[in-house]
């Protein structure tokens, strides 16, 4: 005889048979706290019950498990994209700070060149200067010469 369990609406089921009869006498019988010796129909009821409780306490386990595991991979995904911009980062920060490398060479290359022509012009203007200052007494009381045609930005 096979009889069918449900645990929950839908969820586990389980059956049980029963047994052809035994040639040997039972082996000690279970009892429960407060009730008689349980007959081995019982004893299957209950064992089959139980193990349905852990088969599906086992499916809601693996179910938090497999959700863990997918929260990890989305972590492991995300931890990859960051690591992916650093690394694109730092590149960018090398390629910057070599271009600044190249800007400050250029500019002390510059500063190099126009060195030799600022002393020359110090020179020009300290001497200018000096001239300026005994010509430019007299001519303070004369009005200045007119320089010639303006230029009117036409040909």
Do not use: W
Request: negative net charge; glycine residues 4%.
């Amino acid at each position: 005889e096979t009889t069918y369990h449900t645990l929950e609406e839908g969820v586990v089921e389980y059956c049980t048979t029963e047994p052809p009869p035994a040639t040997e006498p039972p082996m000690e019988v279970l009892t429960s706290p407060g009730e008689g010796p349980l007959k081995p129909q019982e004893l299957k009821s209950r064992i089959a019950l139980n193990s349905a409780k852990l088969l599906q306490e086992q499916r809601v386990t693996n179910l938090h498990v497999r959700e863990i595991a997918q929260h990890l991979e989305n972590q492991n995904d995300l931890l990859q994209m960051i690591r992916r911009s650093q690394e694109a980062q730092a590149c960018a920060q090398e390629r910057q700070a070599q271009a600044l490398e190249g800007t400050q060479a250029a500019l002390i290359a510059l500063i190099q060149m126009l060195r030799p022509a600022l002393k020359d012009f110090r020179k020009f203007l300290q001497s200018s200067t000096g001239n300026n200052s005994i010509a430019s007494a007299p001519a303070q009381n004369e009005q200045p010469a007119e320089t010639g045609p303006q230029d009117s930005g036409q040909p």
